[in-house]
């Protein structure tokens, strides 16, 4: 319990902090002055920065995310001798998948397979952009994104934008 007291209070004073900054310079400078300021002892060190981590891997802010991109590679993976072998393969982990479909970059190819087997990529859909919607549709929580998205659709009717949903209630067959 005071574990959990100590995760909430501490998520609560980064939120505090990292909601006014509104650049990756800023994070990154942010980021800079805890870790400066934790040196004086490898366990205090340890403990800021692993969370501030989390703090930020789990926020659903994008320069959050890239904070956290940052803090992993500059102050976990480059101080391996401060870290399990188990946290550093962990943290190695994370970076490969947060790094993945980074906003301005060119998604991740994407591989569909149909129910005849033939397989199509997201090239082969008409519009420079897609946007992929999974859902379910006897999911109560996924129908105000369903509805929304019908909504988003109208909007950028005719721009250079495909939706492509699939509802993934039904069997495989009929949303593939």
């Known amino acids: 319990l005071r574990q959990l007291f100590i995760v909430l209070r501490s998520s609560l004073f980064f939120k505090n902090i990292f909601g006014q900054k509104s650049t990756a310079d800023e994070i990154s400078a942010t980021i800079e002055k805890f870790a400066a300021n934790s040196t004086t002892s ?8 692993s969370e501030l981590y989390n703090f930020l891997k789990y926020s659903d802010n994008y320069l959050h995310i890239e ?39 060119i998604a991740a190819e994407i591989t569909f397979e149909d129910s005849q087997r033939r397989l199509y990529s997201l090239d082969s859909f008409k519009k420079s952009y897609k946007a992929i919607c999974f859902f379910n549709s006897g999911c ?31 069997n495989r067959e009929v949303w593939s």
């Open 140 to 170: 109560n929580s996924c129908l105000p994104d369903t509805e929304e998205l019908d909504a988003i659709q109208k909007e950028f009717s005719g721009k250079e934008i495909e939706f492509i949903s699939a509802d993934i209630c039904k």
């Open 42 to 49: 490898p366990e205090l060190f340890k403990e800021i920065v």
């Open 67 to 105: 904070g956290a991109i940052y803090l992993a590679r500059k102050h976990i993976l480059s101080k391996g001798e401060l870290w399990s072998k188990a946290y550093l393969e962990r943290i190695a982990d994370d970076l490969c998948r947060l790094s993945m479909n980074l906003p301005g970059n």
